[in-house]
């Protein structure tokens, strides 16, 4: 969009394009009976001028979408929680879609946003990335859109919620440090994803500070999934040399340790101590319960939608970066390491 233009209307796009003003309706708004020249053309033209819509929608009806990366375990429960309970203040309505897994959006989705949008406020996306065009199509449709713990670099102002990810994998490495653990694993995400480098860089920082070297072969790289922590603890236990303890850099992968320790014959935490990432509800009824950093998913989603209704009625963020402090949670999956034998 230029500086010295204003956005333009449907009928102002249809004039500039040669075609009906039915016809640009169809292309805002998502729908498939366009051919592709014309959708080119007319989305062409709304990057190039904006697109100012009609605002007809009423409070009661209106929409906001929530976008996982995939629906699976405590982690979205925690999130619409988190959502639905701002929602609730403002008479909002929740949708909540899955990506299977991939951490972009395809056009499907984005599609299926547009036609939803004339009673839509706006988008949260979550442990997710955007392409640039992808955001650009939200922006110039004034569809708000904020980012909760985002998988990336959220974008030139993109407003995001997060957690102290640093600052928790400092702490969890410290936690095991002053038990005496030196021989201490790490089981990290995603490289893509910045919660996971972010962890791992706290972890790497506690153990300079400590004065112990980084071993490589106590570096496990794993994918958040559960099946991800019991491939790299069934690798990491068998080592000639196994570690005493394993920071899994979220629950699901502290899981994955605990499978793989039962499967070894190894004792949680008499032979090996265990601490994830996230405090996850179900993981205060593991045996023994985890010792974990708790990540407030629910605030952060609360605080996301706060912003995104706020985007919607038109007012300024106070900032447009929020991170929420992590906190270590003491259960029983961690202890001194075990005295080796003369």
């Known amino acids: 969009m230029t500086a010295e233009s204003s956005p333009l209307t449907t009928a102002q796009l249809a004039a500039l394009a040669g075609v009906s003003t039915a016809t640009v309706s169809k292309v805002v708004n998502g729908r498939s009976e366009v051919s592709s020249e014309t959708r080119a053309a007319v989305e062409e033209l709304i990057r190039r001028h904006g697109y100012r819509r009609q605002r007809r929608r009423s409070a009661s009806a209106a929409l906001v979408e929530v976008v ?11 999130i619409i929680k988190g959502v639905d309970e701002v929602a609730r203040e403002h008479e909002l309505t929740v949708g909540v879609s899955e990506l299977q897994r991939g951490d972009a ?15 839509g406020i706006g988008v949260i996306a979550v442990f997710s990335s955007l392409s640039e065009a992808q955001r650009e199509q939200l922006a110039h449709r004034e569809i708000p859109l904020v980012m909760v ?9 993109v407003p995001s919620v997060g957690a102290s990810n640093w600052n928790g994998g400092l702490a969890a490495t410290r936690h095991l440090l002053g038990l005496g653990h030196r021989r201490i694993a ?42 991800g922590g019991l491939a790299q603890a069934r690798r990491l236990l068998r080592l000639p ?60 989603a609360a605080v ?18 929020v991170e929420l402090a992590t906190e270590l949670v003491i259960r029983k999956s961690t202890a001194p390491p075990p005295k080796k034998r003369p």
């Open 68 to 78: 996982f990366h995939a629906l699976e375990g405590d982690y979205p429960i925690e």
């Open 105 to 119: 959006p395809g056009q499907g989705w984005l599609d299926g946003v547009l036609r939803r949008r004339p009673t």
């Open 149 to 157: 713990d985002p998988a990336d670099d959220p974008g030139k102002g």
């Open 186 to 227: 790490v089981i990290t995400g995603p490289d893509y994803a910045l919660a996971s480098r972010a962890r791992l860089d706290g972890f790497r920082t506690a153990l300079d500070m400590a004065g112990v070297a980084a071993d490589p072969e106590l570096a496990g790289r794993g994918d958040f999934l559960i099946e």
């Open 241 to 300: 040399d196994p570690p005493t303890a394993i920071f899994a850099t979220n629950d699901g992968q502290a899981i994955g340790v605990y499978h793989a320790a039962h499967e070894l014959g190894v004792r949680i935490p008499d032979e090996l101590s265990v601490i994830g990432f996230d405090d996850l509800p179900s993981v205060r009824w593991a045996i023994p319960p985890l010792t974990t950093i708790r990540q407030p998913l629910a605030e952060m």
């Open 304 to 321: 996301a939608a706060t912003m995104l209704v706020k985007l919607a009625n038109g007012e300024p963020l106070p900032q447009s970066r």
